[in-house]
């Protein structure tokens, strides 16, 4: 009797042993797992931060553009008010002599 109890204890530590040494390798996996996944949302995070960097210096060059094309219409406005003024008064010149 003390026999069986002996060899089923040494079945069980047996099975202990081996949902241990299992569970170890799920474990190492997950861990191998989740690593890769770090380091895939490092990748994306450094990518990220030079999209946005990025995308700052665009919005600066695209401001800037916007501030000349207002300034070039208000030249041209002026430019064309001048000249409309100009032959206004060449025009008033002209015909009051």
Same mark, same amino acid.
């Given at each position: 009797? !003390?026999?069986?109890?002996? *060899?089923? /204890?040494?079945? &069980?530590? &047996?099975?202990s042993?081996?949902?241990?040494?299992?569970?170890e390798e799920?474990?190492? !996996?997950?861990?191998?797992?989740?690593?890769?996944? &770090?380091?895939?949302?490092?990748?994306?995070h450094?990518r990220?931060?030079?999209?946005? *960097?990025?995308?700052?210096? !665009?919005?600066k060059?695209?401001? +800037?553009? /916007?501030?000349?094309?207002? &300034? *070039?219409?208000?030249?041209?406005?002026?430019?064309i008010? +001048?000249?409309?003024? +100009?032959?206004?008064?060449?025009?008033?010149y002209?015909? !009051?002599?």
């Amino acid at each position: 009797m !003390s026999v069986e109890r002996l *060899n089923q /204890s040494s079945d &069980r530590i &047996r099975e202990s042993h081996r949902t241990v040494l299992e569970t170890e390798e799920l474990g190492i !996996s997950i861990m191998q797992d989740l690593h890769q996944q &770090r380091e895939t949302l490092l990748s994306s995070h450094k990518r990220l931060h030079g999209v946005d *960097n990025a995308i700052d210096k !665009s919005k600066k060059v695209l401001t +800037a553009m /916007s501030q000349r094309i207002t &300034r *070039n219409k208000w030249i041209i406005s002026s430019v064309i008010g +001048a000249l409309v003024l +100009a032959i206004v008064i060449i025009l008033f010149y002209k015909l !009051s002599h």
